[in-house]
């Protein structure tokens, strides 16, 4: 795990009103999970977090250094990340999918098997999304039977799930 790694956690999606707050388009826990965080990287520039509060699909932020709508409005599409080291520990069995993304996996017999691609949620739980070398892709359940193991240094998924 490289700890300066950027996580996105959201994106600016334009302005809302006039005094300078934002709407996010949020890739994380939701609103309340941005409050672990005081600054924010946007491209070139930190963004200093005042309030942050959900909203429709999103959420409504005020930041420090945006102080008017056209200030707003000139953001949209920055992406707000913080390094890697910044998030809170994990407890064992825990991940972020932020750290499997781009991860080597090999089956439970020893084969090669590409990387994950993604890590998607549907609502019954996670499940990788694994690139096999040929570019094609299949599924597996982030479930013990699945992947029976995990580390910094790849992925093991069992055998009977690889496609």
């Known amino acids: 795990m490289n ?14 009103g006039v005094r300078g707050e934002v709407r996010l388009k949020l890739f994380g826990e939701g609103a309340e999970a941005l409050r672990a965080f005081s600054v924010f990287d946007a491209g070139d520039r930190k963004l200093t977090l005042k309030s942050v509060r959900p909203a429709n699909q999103g959420a409504v932020a005020t930041f420090a250094e945006i102080t ?5 409005e000139a953001l949209r599409g920055t992406i ?5 080291s910044a998030l809170p520990a994990l407890a064992e069995d825990e991940y972020y999918h932020h750290d499997l993304i ?10 090669a098997i590409g990387h994950v691609a993604a890590v998607e949620n549907f609502g019954a ?5 694994i690139e096999k070398p040929d570019g094609k892709r299949f599924m597996v359940p982030m479930i013990a039977k699945a ?3 995990w ?5 093991t998924v069992n055998a009977a799930f690889v496609e």
Do not use: N
Request: glycine share 12%; with cysteine.
């Open 68 to 72: 008017d709508r056209g200030a707003a």
């Open 151 to 155: 580390s910094d240094a790849g992925v």
């Open 102 to 111: 781009g991860l080597p996996c090999v089956s439970t017999d020893g084969t």
């Open 80 to 84: 707000l990340t913080v390094p890697r």
């Open 147 to 149: 992947v029976p193991a």
């Open 125 to 129: 739980g996670d499940i990788l999304e």
């Open 3 to 16: 700890a300066d790694r950027p996580v996105t956690l959201a994106a600016i999606a334009g302005a809302h």
